[in-house]
């Protein structure tokens, strides 16, 4: 594994299903992010993660969960999923809070919720 | 509410034309801003990073600058390449949560 990977790299789900998106990370980066890109719009931070073992809502959590039980790991849950979650999801990482630090992205999960 | 807004959504120019992209963000408030670029069906990535206390980045064909005040920054492309054909989007860091804000993207062409 080299940088950021995601899994599935797209999916169709029926409305009502759980689904959890997997993310992984081999840069030992600190922060971790997820994002949903829709058309039209900028990237939407959903959940965020500054460390493993703690978690922090961002600007549109509401239907997703999130859980950061270790360094390399950010897994995003949709508990019933819904055809407004249809979506392009993005995980992101960064060393840790410096102003030089960046975000380092994933290729990218395309989930269609029917 | 910070937010950032990129115009124009799209443009398509010839090969070897110099362009500009724009971003403007409606709070001067920022720790940073970011131009990235997206190939598509591929993720993000990071091309230039200004701190708030600088005016301009350069790395080699690309040059962003930043106008804190007037709430703008440009990202310029000199001799531009078919390679250089993707959606560019900028980013500001906000002071008020230190969460990245997004702009929409400018998808740009080259033709050959």
């Known amino acids: 594994i080299a940088g950021i990977t995601q899994a599935p790299t797209s999916q169709i789900l029926a409305a009502g299903r759980r689904m959890t998106l997997r993310c992984t990370q081999d840069?030992?980066?600190?922060?971790m992010y997820w994002y949903r890109q829709d058309l039209g719009l900028g990237l939407r931070l959903i959940h965020y993660?500054?460390?493993?073992?703690?978690?922090g809502k961002g600007e549109v959590p509401d239907g997703y969960s999130v859980s950061r039980a270790n360094t390399d790991d950010f897994p995003l849950t949709l508990a019933s999923a819904v055809p407004s979650q249809t979506s392009v999801y993005f995980c992101?990482?960064?060393?840790?809070?410096?102003?030089?630090?960046?975000?380092?992205f994933g290729p990218g999960t395309r989930l269609t919720v029917l | 509410k910070q937010e950032v807004t990129q115009i124009p959504a799209a443009l398509s120019v010839p090969e070897g034309e110099n362009l500009v992209l724009n971003c403007s963000f409606t709070?001067?408030?920022?720790?940073?801003l970011q131009w990235f670029r997206q190939d598509p069906g591929k993720g993000l990535t990071s091309l230039l990073l200004?701190?708030?206390s600088q005016r301009e980045q350069t790395s080699g064909r690309l040059n962003a600058s930043l106008d804190k005040s007037s709430g703008r920054s440009t990202l310029y492309i000199a001799a531009s390449q078919p390679g250089d054909s993707a959606t560019y989007l900028c980013?500001?860091?906000?002071?008020?949560?230190?969460?990245?804000?997004w702009g929409a993207g400018t998808k740009l062409i080259i033709k050959p």
């Open positions: 992101a990482s960064k060393l840790g809070h410096r102003a030089t630090d960046t975000q380092y």
């Open positions: 840069m030992r980066h600190n922060a």
């Open positions: 993660s500054n460390t493993a073992g703690t978690t």
């Open positions: 709070d001067s408030a920022i720790y940073n």
């Open positions: 200004i701190q708030s």
């Open positions: 980013a500001v860091k906000a002071v008020s949560n230190y969460q990245l804000i």
